[in-house]
């Protein structure tokens, strides 16, 4: 069955973004490097190369994506494309808007009622690969539902003071070991952390 991996790219104070959505200089990293990195067919960045030989092994192996209709609405679908992946599914308690279908009838995403039936559904289409959650209100349900098998994070030095946080709304305390991979790139700092259950 699929991993299930909650990832973003994160302020050291612990934020995705700020309150109105936008990311600032968190995003910064991806253009700071020489060495020119695939996510898609749409979309490539220059990244350092540790950061390059951090990503590029995790983008490959992500099979499917599951973001919140938020996420879908704000992206605009990301015009279609996964970012990661070959198939996304979205949470959503409301159907794709059907402009948005007649726009990117190929495209190739699912949707689901529930994060535990997204989660489910993308484990499915993924088969022995990797599904991503992204982080934020639909990657903290998942965690607090015990969905998710490991956590990572691109850590870029910035303090936001404010947004959205990277586990959403969820509360209490879960301990995790040290992390298992650490890569010190360009102005980020990629952190993955196995969740024992």
């Known amino acids: 069955m699929a991993r299930v991996v909650m990832q973003a790219v994160v302020s050291v104070d612990g934020f995705i973004a700020y309150p109105d959505?936008?990311?600032?200089?968190?995003?910064?990293?991806?253009?700071?490097?020489?060495?020119?990195v695939h996510a898609n067919d749409k979309w490539s960045f220059s990244v350092s190369r540790a950061s390059a030989d951090y990503v590029k092994p995790f983008w490959d192996a992500v099979?499917?994506?599951?973001?919140?209709?938020?996420?879908?609405?704000?992206?605009?679908?990301w015009s279609g494309v996964p970012a990661a992946g070959e198939t996304l599914v979205?949470?959503?308690?409301?159907?794709?808007p059907p402009e948005w279908l007649a726009r990117f009838p190929d495209?190739?995403?699912h949707t689901a009622d529930s994060v535990e039936e997204g989660i489910r559904l993308?484990?499915?289409?993924?088969?022995?690969?990797?599904?991503?959650?992204?982080?934020?209100?639909?990657?903290?349900?998942?965690?607090?539902?015990?969905?998710?098998?490991?956590?990572?994070?691109?850590?870029?030095?910035?303090?936001?003071?404010?947004g959205v946080r990277f586990f959403g709304g969820h509360t209490g305390t879960v301990l995790l070991d040290d992390p298992d991979?650490?890569?010190?790139?360009?102005?980020?700092?990629?952190?993955?952390?196995?969740?024992?259950?």
């Not at 979205?90 to 794709?96: A, D, F, G, K, S």
């Open 21 to 36: 959505d936008s990311v600032g200089p968190l995003f910064d990293w991806y253009g700071n490097g020489d060495v020119t």
């Open 107 to 109: 495209a190739p995403f």
């Open 181 to 197: 991979r650490v890569v010190q790139g360009d102005r980020v700092l990629h952190l993955h952390y196995t969740v024992e259950r």
């Open 63 to 77: 099979r499917c994506t599951v973001i919140g209709r938020h996420l879908f609405d704000t992206t605009d679908g």
């Open 90 to 96: 979205v949470v959503t308690h409301r159907p794709l």
């Open 122 to 162: 993308a484990q499915e289409l993924a088969g022995d690969g990797l599904v991503c959650v992204t982080a934020g209100d639909v990657g903290g349900q998942a965690f607090a539902a015990g969905l998710v098998d490991e956590v990572a994070m691109d850590v870029v030095p910035v303090v936001l003071g404010e």
